[in-house]
């Protein structure tokens, strides 16, 4: 694990390095805030369904090539506690059995989530086109009670390519994830990734779709597999609206959710 740990850190860090010669046109710099709602449900593989609300607060700031993000979520749970809800690993948890005949109350559980925090570099914006190549680390905090998360640190790193072709813009994404692991529930580490694209309406709406795709972290434990369309709108001068669905297609996604999420910067 921690040479695992070490190799993701060293190869971002020397990506930036042969990266901090790139020449930016403009130094901007901007901050911003994003408060979000989502409502997810599934069985993850369970007999019953568990019914998951997160109300995340995210800030971030811009400078440059440079962007740093902070997100502290608030969950609240509905179910049998059997599904770990925090973090970006969603699913069975250490104590979940499907051969179970034991009866678990529902009951609802709620409170901080995992914090995560991530870095990302641009490591090539386009001039005359809507392109880039973004290199980001990310770092999840196991702040969550055992109730809702791991009580484990998470660390991944991931690439972010997209290029516009006329008023539509496909994009790609991949990613490697050293998932924290501990006696009671022994997760392995993940690749994982995303292909989407988006079309602009006009300047200040736009729609776009996404498919995303997570390896099993686990020999018994599901991998995910989910679809999200999503709308965006610019509802002010520099406020900005977004709204989605999601589908899931693999025991470790949620059957179904919604979401909508609104962004202010200054």
Known sequence: MKCQTKWIACMLAATIELAAGATHAEEDRYAGLIAGYEHTSGTYGTASTTDIVTIPVTAFYTTGP?????????LQVTGDGEVIASGGYRGKGANSSTTTTVSRR???QSGLG???S????NL????EQVSGIDLSGRVKFGTASTALGTGQND????????RGIGDFVPNVMFGYEVLGSSPQLVLNNVYYGAVGSSYNFNTKTSMGVEYKYVQKPSAILSE???ATLYASRQIGTSVYLRGYLLKGYAAGSPD???GCMVSSMF
Do not use: H, I, N
Not at 66 to 74: A, D, E, N, Q
């Open 66 to 74: 440079w962007s740093l993000k902070l997100t502290v979520p608030y």
């Open 106 to 108: 529902r009951t609802t």
């Open 114 to 116: 995992d914090v995560v």
């Open 118 to 121: 991530m870095l990302t570099y």
């Open 124 to 127: 090539y914006s386009g001039e």
């Open 155 to 162: 660390y991944a790193v991931q690439m972010f390519a997209y």
């Open 224 to 226: 995910q597999r989910q």
């Open 256 to 258: 179904s959710g919604f």
